[in-house]
């Protein structure tokens, strides 16, 4: 989690301010009544900010521990996935497309993938999405997209809407090496997930963990630079503004 809490330090100087951490009994209340053991790196997560997690948690909600313990309480047992799937975050939106780990999908370092699951009857067969390959790579993409890109003045996005057309998207480790030509340094993670530093400017590069193609979100200090990378990056075949 330094890694972490440093970048966004970065953007956010007083961000350790923002955020706290539940205390370890808490975990085991949560792991009694889930009935399974918790991953190692959401253990880390929840006791670093998992009752508040500052600008970085902004847009979900329900993910202190005591909270999830009355969501699996009152929620009805034929609206909850199996419990191989581990309610993490919470979505506010009318859409309520939830946050879940997977947890048949645990790595050697303990995290898991993420899903995204609403709450009906048999939705985690045929409405989940896998939508980050682990939790500590959620974190660190909207470290960048909720944190550090609105501190830039100018901001933008591009998809690749080849991979929705039947069309070979671009090579996102290719277009990496295009943003490291323009002087941008890539971070060494996340791994999936992409994340881009300058001095005046940064990208967050999203990947989903099992289709092809990208989106990204740039943000630029300066409005002629901003104008200039934007005229760059829209002559790369398959990239445009979203």
Same mark, same amino acid.
Request: net charge negative; proline share 9%.
């Given at each position: 989690m !330094?890694?972490?809490?440093?970048l966004?330090?970065?953007?956010? &100087?007083?961000?350790?301010?923002?955020? +706290?951490?539940v205390?370890?009994?808490?975990?085991?209340?949560? #792991?009694?009544?889930?009935?399974? &053991?918790?991953?190692?790196? @959401?253990?880390?997560?929840?006791l670093?900010?998992?009752?508040? /997690?500052?600008?970085?948690l902004?847009r979900?909600?329900? @993910?202190?521990?005591?909270?999830?313990? !009355?969501? @699996?309480?009152?929620?009805?047992?034929?609206y =909850?996935?199996?419990?191989?799937?581990?309610?993490?975050? /919470? !979505?506010? +939106?009318?859409d309520?497309?939830?946050?879940?780990?997977?947890?048949? %999908?645990?790595?050697?370092?303990?995290d898991?993938?993420?899903? *995204?699951?609403?709450l009906?009857?048999?939705a985690?067969?045929? *409405?989940?999405?896998?939508?980050?390959?682990? =939790?500590?790579?959620?974190?660190?993409?909207?470290?960048?997209?909720?944190?550090?890109?609105?501190?830039?003045?100018?901001?933008?996005e591009?998809?690749?809407? @080849?991979?929705?057309?039947?069309? *070979?998207? &671009? !090579?996102?480790?290719?277009?990496?090496?295009?943003?490291?030509?323009?002087?941008?340094?890539?971070?060494?993670?996340?791994?999936?997930c992409?994340?881009?530093?300058?001095?005046?400017?940064?990208?967050? =590069?999203?990947?989903? &963990?099992?289709?092809?193609?990208? +989106?990204?979100?740039? /943000?630029?200090?300066?409005? %002629? #630079?901003?104008?200039?990378?934007?005229s760059? =990056?829209?002559?790369?075949?398959?990239?445009?503004?979203?």
């Amino acid at each position: 989690m !330094d890694e972490l809490l440093t970048l966004l330090e970065r953007y956010s &100087p007083d961000f350790r301010n923002d955020i +706290s951490g539940v205390d370890g009994w808490a975990l085991e209340e949560l #792991e009694a009544a889930f009935g399974h &053991p918790l991953p190692d790196f @959401y253990r880390e997560f929840c006791l670093f900010m998992g009752e508040r /997690g500052g600008p970085l948690l902004a847009r979900v909600d329900g @993910y202190n521990p005591l909270d999830i313990i !009355d969501f @699996y309480r009152l929620t009805p047992p034929t609206y =909850l996935p199996p419990r191989r799937f581990l309610y993490v975050l /919470g !979505d506010p +939106s009318v859409d309520a497309q939830h946050y879940w780990l997977d947890l048949e %999908t645990l790595s050697p370092d303990g995290d898991c993938q993420v899903v *995204r699951i609403p709450l009906s009857e048999h939705a985690w067969e045929t *409405r989940a999405s896998r939508v980050y390959v682990g =939790l500590r790579e959620l974190l660190f993409s909207w470290a960048m997209s909720q944190v550090a890109l609105p501190t830039f003045a100018h901001t933008t996005e591009y998809v690749t809407p @080849y991979s929705t057309q039947g069309q *070979r998207p &671009p !090579d996102a480790e290719n277009f990496a090496l295009t943003l490291e030509k323009l002087g941008f340094v890539r971070r060494p993670f996340p791994n999936r997930c992409l994340v881009f530093e300058r001095h005046d400017a940064a990208i967050d =590069l999203y990947r989903p &963990p099992d289709a092809p193609g990208f +989106s990204l979100k740039m /943000g630029v200090s300066d409005l %002629t #630079e901003h104008r200039r990378l934007q005229s760059i =990056l829209e002559d790369v075949d398959g990239i445009e503004e979203a």
